[in-house]
């Protein structure tokens, strides 16, 4: 089913403005050209050269000589039962699927797009990195995966998250343009305020990411309070210590300003012990944060178990009263395949 990704043009989504510019100056075009077609990709959300119908043909005829807009085009849709959460797979102009989630919260309706296609970072407990990492999405592939879920379901969306499949700290340079390019007012124009993203960890990109003068959010997969139990769940914790780690989302907080999100999935038995619970609070103590708690999402091909309600609840409790941030994430779409990477493997096991 997952062929070659051997696309030989070019994303013409995923080109940011000043780029798109200077591509039309470059062919002997007026700059208003470049506006135009913008416009038709990012406001207008088309997804084909016939809809830009002020666009001379000569022009597209030319432009698409170099330049295709890469396909996302929607294969199916889960709604769950439980709380109107809907999980989209989209199909990639070759044939690759990723997944993307629709949720409806009280401040605004969000969408948690995927950034590669796969994931090489092999954290234990998740889906998504079970057959290793196919390719890197483009800037206009992730941007497609909203533009998709506004036209499908007709709602506006406000906050975006990085959390399908992938590492998007992996995909730096497609990140960075996305991040840019979803919020700019000559597009979605999101604040940058309702943008996460969610990484493993990659230490020297999350120095990089301080200093892009972003206003996003990081939220940093923790899952462990030690290099010991991090190493356990996440083979990243191997490349860069937690030591090492910390003293990224400090540099990252006195550059932005942003306060961090750290994830720890609760996995039974293996972090979610009083001693887990300590040593997280020593660890956070006097950084401006926020915990998000997830009960770790069983998936097929591994034997995780998650936390009883009661550990859980006292995981919480230990760190309100140590005065930290936490809130247990929802478990949204738990009947539709929700977590990461799950739909995409059961529709291609069928498929064969
Ligand atoms: N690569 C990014 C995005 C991954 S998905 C990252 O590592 O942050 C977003 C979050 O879901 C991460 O914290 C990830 O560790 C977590 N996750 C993945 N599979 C999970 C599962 N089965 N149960 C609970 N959390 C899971």
């Not at 199909?91 to 949720?103: A, H, I, T, Y």
């Not at 990140?175 to 700019?184: N, P, S, W």
Request: hydrophobic letters at 35%; one cysteine or more; glycine letters at 8%.
């Amino acid at each position: 089913m997952e062929k070659e990704a051997d696309i030989g043009k070019k994303d013409l989504r995923a080109l940011e403005y000043n780029d798109m510019e200077a591509l039309i100056l470059g062919m002997g075009e007026k700059k208003f050209r470049a506006g135009q077609i913008y416009d038709w990709l990012h406001k207008k959300q088309a997804g084909s050269y016939d809809e830009m119908t002020n666009v001379p043909v000569a022009l597209k005829n030319s432009l698409s000589g170099e330049y295709d807009i890469y396909p996302v085009e929607i294969n199916r849709v889960q709604e769950s039962a439980v709380d109107g959460t809907r999980k989209y797979l989209f199909e990639l102009g070759d044939g690759n699927l990723v997944e993307s989630v629709f949720m409806v919260y009280e401040h605004g309706n969000s969408v948690c797009i995927s950034t590669q296609v796969g994931c090489r970072m092999g954290c234990r407990f998740c889906a998504s990195t079970i057959d290793g990492m196919v390719r890197n999405l483009t800037a206009g592939e992730m941007l497609a995966q909203v533009y998709g879920i506004m036209k499908e379901t007709g709602k506006r969306i406000s906050n975006v998250v990085t959390m399908g499949s992938g590492e998007p700290l992996d995909n730096y340079d497609e990140l960075l343009k996305f991040l840019r390019m979803l919020t700019d007012g000559r597009g979605l124009n999101i604040s940058g305020r309702n943008v996460t993203v969610s990484t493993c960890g990659l230490v020297p990109r999350i120095y990089e990411l301080a200093d892009e003068n972003l206003t996003i959010t990081l939220a940093i997969s923790l899952h462990g309070s030690s290099d010991e139990k991090r190493r356990a769940l996440m083979p990243i914790a191997n490349k860069y210590s937690l030591a090492e780690l910390m003293e990224a989302c400090r540099y990252y907080f006195d550059r932005t300003g942003r306060r961090l999100t750290f994830e720890y999935s609760l996995v039974r038995g293996v972090n979610d012990r009083a001693s887990d619970v300590d040593e997280l609070v020593k660890l956070l103590r006097g950084l401006n944060c926020h915990v998000n708690l997830i009960p770790v999402n069983p998936v097929r091909e591994r034997s995780y178990v998650q936390s009883t309600k009661q550990a859980l609840l006292s995981f919480k409790n230990k760190l309100e009263k140590n005065h930290i941030n936490v809130t247990i994430r929802r478990e949204m779409g738990r009947d539709i395949d929700g977590a990461c990477g799950q739909l995409r493997r059961r529709v291609i096991s069928e498929s064969y």
